[in-house]
């Protein structure tokens, strides 16, 4: 069963996960192009990982529980994908 999934995610500034139990989705996860600064992407390695404003990147079968992210609290991260 394929399923939609569109989700606002405000950042912190502390890391937090996309979501807070296991999705896996395939689609798009985008930083809006009005954010005040660069939300920041826990690496594999433990690194920060800048994501410029309107900055988006599309993935195939991720957890979304995965990513974690921080910034300037109040940018938002979103997520557009389903279950296929």
Known sequence: MNNVLMRKVVVTGTYRPLAV???VIS???ACR?????IVYFKGDDGSDVPWDPGE???FVGVNLQDFL???TP???VT??????
């Open 27 to 29: 689609g798009v996860i």
């Open 21 to 23: 139990t296991q999705t």
């Open 74 to 76: 109040g940018d938002v």
């Open 56 to 58: 988006w990147n599309e």
């Open 69 to 71: 992210v921080k910034g």
């Open 33 to 37: 192009p009005e954010n005040a600064g």
């Open 79 to 84: 997520v557009k994908g389903g279950t296929w």
